[in-house]
DNA sequence: CGTGATATTGAAAGGTCTCAACAGGAGTGG
DNA sequence: CCACTCCTGTTGAGACCTTTCAATATCACG
């Protein structure tokens, strides 16, 4: 966690994004060939190490960036050191508030991954000349304020077993391999906590209380196997 | 709330518009003179008791609407009951989700209120010709979106004291007269309690709490007074 | 002045947290 | 290769906060 750090490893290229996680998401997917090419010159590709900080809160938003790899936190720390994690971010995401000075929380990445960063300015003219780059952005916000507010059903009204039941199925969904029940965790003991709202000896206790029920194995700290998914789902009540 | 029934008022005109709350609101101040005409030939005002839902969880969504008097609570329920408050929305706020089929949630008139009701294709055929229409959505999708995750900070790691102070720093920050340090409460005990994740009880206790510690009068049950609105913030930490 | 709904208050139970000890794994150096 | 250390995670016991259940109070309304 103290030693993650970025790299820069390659300016993109239209070559590049042919071969890009997210040349069909958010972004990319809503621009015409001429303008991916323009952005994917002025765009760099950066390799974050699990920790590593992309924006910080408080900062001011200079640039924006693509996940193409890995799973990023949206996290929001009060001055006493208590925190929430507010969000999870799955590539292909956008990270990033255009038009906005101020970030009110800080991005970082809950894993090892790889982030596409485009320049604060280009980025801002794209959305400016392109409704369909817009549209997808709106989209976005909107798949985010949902999965928002039905995370504060969770933190509100669950209780500590069905939150993290709750967590485990969401992982699950974003699962690349949607047959398959082996997950991998990408957040660590500490940040589920921060992500449920609960202490972590609260978490691993409720995580051995399903694995005693018989709703999940633990193959190891970061693996979780569901042998029967319904099971699980059953334990998020509705 | 049992009782509680809307009633269609006079169909908007623009003379209705010129005094209109939201008239330089999120839709209509996106809109020219002429698609603000169009618009009101073919929307309705709408009276909307307290308590009188306006969408409901799960049912399509055949109309959107501004709100131009009252508080809106949106809201959601598990099929156990247990139901969570996931934002409030006052005049001029937009309500609905334009080119979605299905609610995710239920709206519902927390104090009595008005709202004007837009048909749905004339709407999201101005916001597909309006680009203005369409940003100024996107906007106000964001505002929402950092608002919930605010309340997720709230609902995850701050006690009731600091839950209950929250929800009156809320309020008060919304109230027209900003100076005036006089809360009138848009929800009952039970939909504050629904708002925060407690009990009716524990909100009660928390009340009483803060007021016998002199940080806030309590005038009666809707009505309550903060003498120091910096008092009141410091029991909100951070 | 009853009546019902909403709100407050009290006492006990229960769930989650706190504090503390222990376990397991990865990396390091002998 | 093994001991050592550090870090993360697990488990236990007791404390604390919130909930639950119950009784009482308050207010609007007929």
């Known amino acids: 966690m103290d030693v993650a750090r970025s790299e820069v490893l390659v300016i993109g290229t239209s070559v590049a994004c042919r071969s890009c996680q997210a040349r069909h ?14 952005l994917g010159r002025h765009s760099l ?46 590539a292909p995401d956008f990270v990033g508030r255009p038009f906005v000075r101020e970030s009110t929380l800080s991005a970082e990445a809950a894993t090892d991954a790889e982030i596409c960063v485009f320049p ?19 989209a976005q916000a909107l798949n985010e304020l949902d999965a928002a507010r039905e995370w504060m059903l969770t933190l509100g009204r669950r209780t500590a077993e069905e939150k993290v039941a709750s967590l485990l199925h969401l992982i699950a969904a974003h ?4 047959t398959s029940t082996a997950i991998d965790l990408p957040l660590s003991r500490a940040e589920i906590a921060d992500f449920l ?5 609260t978490v691993s ?4 209380r399903l694995r005693k029920e018989g709703v999940i194995r633990i193959e190891n700290i970061r693996h979780i196997t569901v042998p029967d998914m319904d099971a699980l789902a059953k334990k998020i009540s509705g």
Chains 1, 2 share one sequence.
């Open 197 to 201: 709202g609960l202490t972590i000896e």
């Open 120 to 138: 604060r300015n280009l980025l801002e003219r794209m959305i400016l000349e392109t409704r369909e780059l817009q549209r997808s952005l709106h």
């Open 45 to 90: 590709r950066r390799k974050v190490d699990a920790g590593c900080e992309i924006i910080a809160q408080g900062s001011e938003n200079s640039f924006y960036s693509n996940i193409t790899r890995g799973v990023v936190k949206l996290c929001k720390v009060m001055s006493d050191g208590r925190q929430q994690i507010v969000g999870l971010q799955f």
């Open 205 to 208: 206790r409720q995580l051995t």
């Open 175 to 178: 699962a690349e391999t949607a």
């Open 25 to 38: 998401g958010v972004v990319c997917g809503a621009l015409s060939a001429g303008q991916l090419s323009e």
